[in-house]
């Protein structure tokens, strides 16, 4: 799927399905929106953004950390082959694997849990996709991500974070660019913040 078809494809999502009743009037908004339990769904911008860095293709296999609405997930089992999401809050995984499913989404498998140690028993991933802020770039993370492969993951204290570019090269190496600067909820547990 090149650029102009992905940006058909996000266009075409109604973001109002994956917001609460009572938010969903604001779904045009290019803001983050609460989905309840103090979490958000992103800036839909950021999202056409974080995809198009991580530059999935369709044969990818991708994990993605931060669950929430589902929105993101939903454009990543779009343009991949499979996606494993995880997410801390069991309500709100619940919420998007009935949003998802409702969109005909089966090549997605959910786990509630602690995404800040990955999801090391499908390692590894040809692409990591974070939605929450990490304190510093988990290690459980690039272990689990494939040679060649791209993280996209915003990293640094909770008011502001660098959104940072990660790629693991032919030999193995790590190389780090940083994006600009975002604000994202927090990436808690073990390698995040405290809970
Ligand atoms: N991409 C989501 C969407 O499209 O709706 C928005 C994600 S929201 C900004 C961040 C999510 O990360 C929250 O749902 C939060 O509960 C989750 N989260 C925070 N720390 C986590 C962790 N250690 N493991 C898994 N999920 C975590």
Known sequence: MDQQELETFFRSLDRSF?????????????????????QTISQPSLVLE??????????????????????????????????????????????AKKRLEALNFFNVYYKVGDGSKGLPENAPYDRIMVTAAARVLPDELVNQLATGGRMVIPIGPPNLQELKLITKTADGGIHMETVEMVRFVELKGQYGWKE
Do not use: C, W, Y
């Open 50 to 95: 974080m995809t198009l860095l991580l530059a999935p293709e369709k044969d990818s296999k991708v994990l993605e950390i931060g669950t929430g609405s589902g929105f993101q997930t939903a454009i990543l089992a779009k343009l991949a082959k499979e996606v494993f999401t995880v997410e801390r809050i069991k309500e709100l995984m619940e919420k």
């Open 18 to 38: 994956f917001l609460e009743n009572d938010m969903k009037k604001h779904a045009n908004i290019d803001q983050p929106l609460p989905i309840g339990f103090g």
